[in-house]
């Protein structure tokens, strides 16, 4: 007899609060087979606390939560028949908050003992969806009035990153970004850029002005000399083809350097 899956939800805003909270997902009975018969349930203690956990945030909100408790809420889903709080402390120990926790790579998330596929999975669908919901309120929109909700966005995307990603954001005659692409991942402190294949792609896009985005994982959004250098070709290279770079912003752990405000540009 084949078995029955549970459709994914169709409002594309529900897919987060499931992560959250702990509801059903497709997939669910795969990851955590349901205990044996005559197997022990959980210890109604914990089911209270889950049950508490889940009224708090629905009521009050995260900003009621302490970033333990918010991850609490994604490894529920994950580990759904043991404490997961020694498990969320942990993840704290090692990366410091929520947000770093998330969006920390795989690979060291799996160095944190207790965290398995199942662990880093959810944690990944927390951070994708945080991505999508930053995006969608810029992209199609024109940029320069909505500054703060890019700027919010390009943070998310990159602001807690342990190594340099380089990004570009295409705008059309109207100044609305039509493309955000990932030119280059580098190091811990370099990431190598080329204004050639920059302009080439702005012509393949149709776009009319650039902003150039990248991150310092240090958290000093101080430029380089290698950074002014850098930007000072590609929009040299812009120019010629009537193309405008309107700003390059380093993003740092807890602010941002913006080339044009700095008067570097």
Request: a neutral charge; proline letters at 8%.
């Amino acid at each position: 007899m084949r078995r029955r899956r549970t459709a994914p939800p169709t409002d594309l805003a529900e897919a987060p609060l499931l992560a959250l909270t702990g509801g059903p997902a497709p997939g669910d009975a795969d990851e955590v087979p349901p205990p044996r018969a005559g197997a022990p349930a959980p210890p109604s203690y914990l089911a209270d606390h889950r049950k508490r956990l889940r009224g708090r945030f629905l009521r009050a909100g995260a900003t009621a939560l302490e970033d333990y408790e918010l991850l609490e809420l994604v490894l529920f889903r994950a580990i759904p028949r043991r404490d997961v709080k020694p498990l969320a402390r942990a993840l704290l120990d090692a990366f410091g908050d929520f947000n770093h926790a998330i969006s920390a790579p795989a690979a060291r998330l799996a160095e944190v003992p207790g965290v398995g596929e199942a662990v880093i999975c959810e944690l990944k669908i927390v951070e994708a969806a945080a991505h999508r919901l930053a995006q969608a309120r810029v992209l199609g929109a024109e940029v320069l009035s909505s500054w703060d909700a890019l700027m919010s966005y390009c943070k998310t995307s990159m602001a807690h990153r342990d190594t340099e990603q380089f990004r570009v954001l295409y705008l059309d005659r109207k100044n609305v970004l039509i493309a955000d692409e990932a030119q280059a991942r580098g190091t811990v402190d370099h990431v190598p850029v080329y204004p050639r294949e920059v302009v080439k792609r702005a012509l393949e896009l149709g776009a009319s002005a650039l902003i150039l985005v990248h991150n310092h994982p240090s958290g000093d959004p101080a430029p380089s000399q290698a950074d002014i250098s850098m930007t000072q070709r590609v929009a040299d290279a812009a120019e010629a083809l009537g193309i405008v770079l309107h700003d390059h912003v380093i993003v740092g752990k807890e602010r941002d350097t913006s080339f044009r405000s700095a008067g570097l540009l």
